[in-house]
């Protein structure tokens, strides 16, 4: 998507331990408009799904999940990173670690937000190590719920989540995926070209 890729060539930082820092647009600050734009290719790339619920996981993903949700004009669930006060067991409940910051946690989904009936579309902001979008499609398999795939706004080519996840048979849809930021510079992987 070449306003995401202009948007992180702009305003991304290439910090240390190969971490793309896009708080002024994603993690911090937002960019509504580049949002909108997010959620209606993520539309657009599942459109044919029969997507019934969008499922995210707090707190980076709400935002790019919401706009998505709109488009298909359905719910959207996040998983949370804590057991709410209010949990009971009626949860599913997989366990997410995080080799970057090198924690685990037990993310849940009340059992009424997600159903049988229905056919989700997982989106996050980042995809690293693939161990978060793992953990929601483990909860979709907890609930007997069809995956139509997973959406990512940033896809860290070089690191092992993108293949973990086709690797198992999920559709994945990036919308910029990042190469390398090796020397402090963002390089994108070459979109394939069209000719006419
Ligand atoms: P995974 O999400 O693919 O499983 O990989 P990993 O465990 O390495 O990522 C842990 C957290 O770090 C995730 O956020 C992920 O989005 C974020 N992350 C990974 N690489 C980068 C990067 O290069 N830049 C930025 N900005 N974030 C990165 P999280 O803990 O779920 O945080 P949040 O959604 O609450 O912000």
Redesign the pocket.
């Known amino acids: 998507m070449r306003e995401l890729q202009e948007k992180i060539r702009q305003e991304g930082i290439v910090l240390p331990n ?5 708080d002024s647009f994603i ?1 911090h600050q937002m960019d509504p408009k580049l949002m909108k734009k997010i959620g209606e290719e993520f539309a657009k790339r599942f459109e044919n799904e029969g997507i019934t619920k969008i499922l995210t ?5 709400i935002a790019p999940a919401i706009m998505t949700a709109l488009e298909f004009d359905v719910p959207v669930v996040f998983a949370r990173k804590r057991k709410p006060l209010t949990a009971s067991d009626h949860l599913y409940c997989s366990s ?1 670690y ?4 090198q924690e685990t946690n037990e993310i849940t989904v009340s059992k009424d937000y997600l159903l049988q009936s229905d056919t989700v579309l997982i989106i ?10 793992l953990g929601l499609i483990d909860l979709a398999r907890q609930a007997g719920a069809k995956v139509a795939g997973v959406g990512i706004v940033i896809e ?1 080519s070089f690191q092992e ?1 993108a293949d973990l996840i086709t690797a198992k048979g999920f559709r994945l849809e990036s919308l910029a995926r990042i190469e390398s930021l090796e020397n402090g510079e963002v390089s994108f992987k070459t979109e394939e070209c069209v000719s006419i």
């Not at 995080?98 to 910051?101: L, R, V």
Request: aromatic letters at 8%; proline letters at 0%.
């Open positions: 190969n971490v793309l820092k896009v993690n996981i707090e707190s980076s993903g997410v995080s080799y970057t910051k996050d902001d980042f995809l690293a190590n693939g161990q978060a979008a860290k989540g």
